[in-house]
């Protein structure tokens, strides 16, 4: 494949078991839609007892059985919050880092500068975070990764792309390459992957693709660069 091939977000998915937690950013064939995506998986009973819950287009974790909360630290945040005319989707409670820093007029790259991967050894679970903007200059996305620069945690090593939006392409970023013990640390840029025009068919892509045993949630939006609207799918598999 060239380095400019695209790849099927199910072929990327269906043979890795653990890729942890997902980020998809990018826009539709047609120009129009503004289009994210964040799932998260689970190895363990307190990383799998997790609900999504969407409320005024904002998404917050919750347990889904609060009486098996053993360390609430890390599954429990809000990975999806509007500021103005941004959207921040991240796998952590740096969401609120970002939105706080944008609130001051700060950008999102100095709110990531104060934050580091997650306190998790031996995993060092990598942080992952995602700006859409939507503003007078059109819509523009970036990614960021946090994550440690050895086994020790010893330092943080800080990426962000930033991206000018291609018509049917995004851009995928996850916190681990594939299972393992420890887990290996997404390596790289972030993949390039084609997205449908239709919320309904890429919602059943990402989660069909997933592996059945380690998926929890899924959350995926559309947002309408037209007017302003958007449309959003959110799949638990807690019931």
């Not at 950013?25 to 999504?52: H, P």
């Not at 059109?138 to 939006?165: H, M, Q, V, W």
């Amino acid at each position: 494949m060239s380095v400019y091939g695209i790849n099927s977000i199910k072929d990327l998915l269906c043979d890795n078991t653990y890729p942890g937690r997902g980020i998809i950013v990018g826009i539709t064939s047609d120009g129009i839609k503004a289009v994210s995506a964040y799932f998260i998986m689970g190895r363990s009973e307190n990383s799998r007892n997790r609900v999504f819950v969407e409320k005024d287009g904002e998404v917050t974790i919750y347990p889904y059985d609060a009486s098996k909360v053993k360390d609430p630290s890390l599954i429990i945040y809000s990975p999806v919050r509007k500021y103005k005319n941004s959207l921040i989707v991240t796998n952590g409670d740096q969401t609120d880092t970002v939105y706080e820093f944008l609130e001051k007029g700060s950008t999102f790259e100095e709110a990531l500068d104060t934050r580091c991967f997650e306190p998790d050894a031996p995993n060092l679970t990598p942080r992952i975070s995602a700006l859409l903007g939507f503003g007078g200059e059109g819509f523009t996305y970036k990614l960021n990764i946090l994550k440690s620069a050895d086994e020790s945690g010893s330092a943080c090593n800080r990426y962000t792309f930033a991206y000018t939006p291609v018509k049917g392409l995004g851009h995928f970023i996850h916190t681990y390459n594939h299972d393992g013990d420890p887990i290996p640390t997404f390596t790289g840029e972030p993949e390039r992957v084609g997205v449908s025009d239709s919320i309904d068919e890429l919602t059943d892509i990402i989660w069909n693709s997933l592996n059945e045993t380690n998926k929890v949630s899924l959350y995926v939006r559309y947002d309408n660069l037209r007017d302003g609207t958007f449309e959003s799918r959110l799949i638990n598999k807690n019931k």
